[in-house]
């Protein structure tokens, strides 16, 4: 194999409280973890805001990745098991599961909202870009980013490789169900890890698993169903991330008016006017957002001083289930009423929708198409998942979403300013619960 990387002299092991160990054999392995742009993966929490939710939640991108690896190294040592493979391909694979999250900002899916970004755009910036990461990937080939790039964009040319780190049961999502499930402290998130990884068979486009393993896979599907609801989209996890995203976009509208920052938020200034580069955003990672949350509660704009302290202080929006094909009637008003009482409605008062798809079945042509599960009979017939299982057959296809309307519960009970008009805004609040 050409590359300058071996194996290492001694077999290196991180302790882990969801894999108990990760194994590291490969010298390229090991290299990319030393990397600058790899640590700075220790400073961006996984899970964003629900830290503020489940107080355990603090792990990070780094742990993750590492976990990811860890499972990707265990499926190809299975797989090499069944069938021979490139040496590369396998390095490809391993290189790809540790680097698939590389691309993240801090607080992640909020911030790249905000500034419509793409953390995979990014992955692929830093791995074929001027850094460590590419160094250590390109002394094992002039190609071998690309083909690591390849494997995160989905567009390697083996399709088996791709599956196994994006499809519907990929190592991404086993680490982050048990991980995230272990660090929130709640027990949806369980599935046999073991027994999925002994059934699993390398097929020629994707990973299918046998028949008789069926029940763990169904228990996995589950899983990810009941963390959604139960955990990533829990409404108090979502109230954080509303007062998030409107601190960074009222600091943007701030600079684009000219106004004069006590603590100038020089890291955000290239962010800002949409002219960030790799060495820009390289830089930035939540203690940088978290520094600025902190000095902006001294700020004159009242706007962003109190959405910095209600963040830094978990003084969170309440919020109301909202139906928005009822077209919301009282919209107006509601508008008017805060914008009268002296509350910018674009600030507080925000709806959010999140909606989750569990389990679909092939759907060619379909935007987000997703390449369903299979399973393997005795016979060597390949059968569908939702067509063998009732239980995922009840849930495939089937979009579930939440809209919650949230707003500054304790601005509307203070009655010593506008009394009557916050009545009334309360009023129409509680009617919008039914």
């Known amino acids: 194999m050409a590359g300058r990387y071996g194996v290492l002299d001694e077999e290196k092991v991180f302790k ?21 742009e790899f640590q700075r993966l220790r400073r961006i929490r996984q899970l964003g805001t629900t830290y503020l939710t489940f107080h355990g939640a603090e792990h990070t991108r780094l742990n993750h990745s590492l976990g990811v690896y860890e499972v990707m190294r265990r499926m190809v040592e299975n797989i090499e098991k069944k069938q021979k493979w490139d040496p590369e391909e396998r390095l490809v694979c391993l290189s790809a599961a540790l680097l698939h999250d590389i691309g993240h900002g801090p607080f992640s899916h909020s911030f790249e909202k905000v500034f419509h970004m793409d953390h995979e755009e990014w992955t692929r910036e830093i791995i074929l870009g001027d850094t460590e990461i590419n160094q250590v990937l390109s002394n094992m080939g002039e190609s071998f980013p690309q083909k690591v790039a390849d494997v995160i964009s989905k567009t390697y040319s083996n399709k088996l490789v791709v ?5 519907q049961i990929d190592a991404d999502r086993m680490d982050y169900l048990l991980r995230d499930a272990f660090y929130t402290g709640v027990s949806y998130g369980q599935f046999d890890m073991e027994r999925i ?10 990973a299918v698993f046998k028949h008789s393993g069926m029940h763990a896979v169904e228990d996995y599907i589950m899983s990810r169903y009941q963390m959604y609801w139960q955990v990533y989209f829990h409404p108090v996890t979502r109230s954080a991330e509303v007062i998030l ?10 600079y684009e008016q000219g106004y004069e920052f006590i603590d100038k938020p020089k890291h955000f200034y290239t962010l800002f006017s949409g002219k960030i580069t790799l060495k820009d955003y390289l830089k930035l990672d ?12 001294e700020e004159k704009d009242e706007i962003l001083r109190d959405l910095c302290q209600r963040f830094m202080d978990r003084r969170l929006f309440k919020y109301v289930e909202v139906d928005p094909s009822a077209q919301m009637r009282v919209w107006p008003e509601l508008l008017q009423l805060f914008t009268k009482i002296g509350l910018d409605p674009h600030y507080y008062l925000v709806i959010d929708s999140s909606s989750d798809l569990p389990y679909d079945f092939y759907r060619p042509g379909e935007e987000e198409e997703r390449l369903p599960i299979h399973l393997l009979k005795q016979s060597g017939e390949l059968r569908e998942l939702s067509r063998e299982s009732e239980i995922v057959e009840a849930i ?10 949230y707003f500054p519960l304790d601005f509307l009970e203070d009655e010593r300013t506008f009394a009557e008009e916050k009545k009334r ?5 509680k009617a919008q619960e039914g």
């Open 286 to 297: 939540e203690s940088v957002i978290l520094y600025y949350f902190q000095e902006w509660q």
């Open 197 to 206: 990884l002994r059934v699993m068979r390398p097929a020629e486009d994707q």
């Open 425 to 429: 805004i309360l009023l129409l609040l």
């Open 16 to 36: 882990d409280p969801v894999h108990r160990y990760i194994h590291v054999r490969d010298e390229l392995i090991w290299e990319l973890i030393g990397t600058r």
């Open 245 to 254: 995203s409107k601190i960074l976009h009222r600091a943007k509208d701030l």
């Open 163 to 167: 599956s196994l780190i994006s499809s």
């Open 396 to 405: 495939s296809g089937k979009k579930r979403t939440d809209h919650k309307l």
